[in-house]
């Protein structure tokens, strides 16, 4: 493609290949480093500020919850650039527009539906999953919390994986 005379490629495409490699697998490295270290920080605070049963009610069912919730969008947000990275590839941009705006009304949407599922019915949830009764009531305010700020994480989630899918930006030459 030619820009005011300018060549702009796509550099994933060219040179060594285990640069190109180390050039999206750091960025993901690092996504899940700060993720767990968010966990970690989490897990130290309120352990010490707010004491051991509201440590178990973040770090027992209620998380084990969040991370399958976490892991399916992953997923999905994984399969929806494998889509998006086939389109872009084959340089077919009305599929590329049109995949990213679904990908992304699909967090939006997704998010709110599991947003409002979350909230109604996290206490079912831990009680199917045989939460103890000292940390029931804490438990679903954790998830209900967390259910609060879901769609904001699966745009990110989508967003990032979005990005990953088109690769570093052009370079002009």
């Given at each position: 493609m030619?820009?005011?005379?300018r060549q702009i490629s796509n550099q994933i495409t060219e040179g060594v290949i285990w640069k190109q490699l180390l050039f999206f697998f750091f960025p993901i490295l690092f996504g899940t480093f700060f993720q767990q270290l968010y966990n970690t920080t989490d897990a130290v605070i309120v352990g010490k500020f707010v004491g051991k049963e509201a440590l178990a009610a973040v770090g027992g069912p209620a998380?084990?919850?969040i991370n399958l919730l976490i892991g399916f969008?992953?997923?999905l947000s994984s399969g929806a650039t494998v889509i998006l990275a086939q389109y872009y590839g084959a340089k077919k941009q009305d599929d590329v527009r049109r995949t990213v705006h679904?990908?992304?009304?699909l967090s939006i949407a997704g998010g709110a539906a599991i947003m409002v599922l979350g909230i109604l019915f996290s206490g079912m949830a831990l009680r199917a999953m045989n939460t103890p009764e000292e940390i029931?009531?804490?438990s679903a305010v954790y998830m209900r919390v967390y259910f609060l700020g879901v769609i904001p994480s699966l745009i990110y989630n989508m967003g990032s994986g979005i990005?990953?899918?088109l690769g570093?930006?052009?370079?002009?030459r």
């Amino acid at each position: 493609m030619k820009t005011e005379g300018r060549q702009i490629s796509n550099q994933i495409t060219e040179g060594v290949i285990w640069k190109q490699l180390l050039f999206f697998f750091f960025p993901i490295l690092f996504g899940t480093f700060f993720q767990q270290l968010y966990n970690t920080t989490d897990a130290v605070i309120v352990g010490k500020f707010v004491g051991k049963e509201a440590l178990a009610a973040v770090g027992g069912p209620a998380s084990t919850l969040i991370n399958l919730l976490i892991g399916f969008f992953t997923g999905l947000s994984s399969g929806a650039t494998v889509i998006l990275a086939q389109y872009y590839g084959a340089k077919k941009q009305d599929d590329v527009r049109r995949t990213v705006h679904t990908a992304m009304a699909l967090s939006i949407a997704g998010g709110a539906a599991i947003m409002v599922l979350g909230i109604l019915f996290s206490g079912m949830a831990l009680r199917a999953m045989n939460t103890p009764e000292e940390i029931l009531s804490m438990s679903a305010v954790y998830m209900r919390v967390y259910f609060l700020g879901v769609i904001p994480s699966l745009i990110y989630n989508m967003g990032s994986g979005i990005l990953r899918a088109l690769g570093p930006a052009p370079r002009t030459r």
